[in-house]
């Protein structure tokens, strides 16, 4: 059986020392609807996903972060007002722009 980190196409890229960023409020909630989404627009996107984090706080709220070849992309739902924060960072521009534009697009997250 293969690893994970030998089943992803991760191999080494010089790069020059520059990262992008973006952040956004979506109103949405759900924790596993968030997962499964931005899962999926990431990957959709290009991204290499090598690791998530997650955290359901006791009573109401849920963070996560998606740990990326190309960087980092972090959740904070705030349930008591509707609404989470995102905000991705990546040394790789093209992948972030498609990544915003799906996230735009999506019928499931709604940007506020």
């Known amino acids: ?3 994970k980190e030998e089943s992803l196409d991760v191999s080494y890229v010089e790069v020059s020392a520059s990262m992008d960023s973006w952040e956004c409020w979506i109103e949405e909630t759900t924790a596993d609807l968030l ?15 090598l690791n ?3 955290h359901h706080f006791p009573v109401q709220g849920y963070t996560a972060i998606w740990l990326l070849a190309e960087s980092h992309l ?6 008591e007002s509707s609404k989470s924060y995102l905000q991705i960072s990546s040394c790789n521009l093209g992948k972030l722009e498609v990544f915003k534009q799906l996230l735009v697009k999506s019928q ?3 940007i506020l």
């Open 35 to 49: 997962e499964t989404t931005l899962s999926s627009l990431l990957s959709a996107s290009g991204f290499n996903i």
């Open 1 to 3: 059986m293969m690893s």
């Open 108 to 110: 499931e997250l709604s």
């Open 74 to 79: 972090a959740v904070h739902t705030f349930p």
């Open 52 to 54: 998530t984090m997650v």
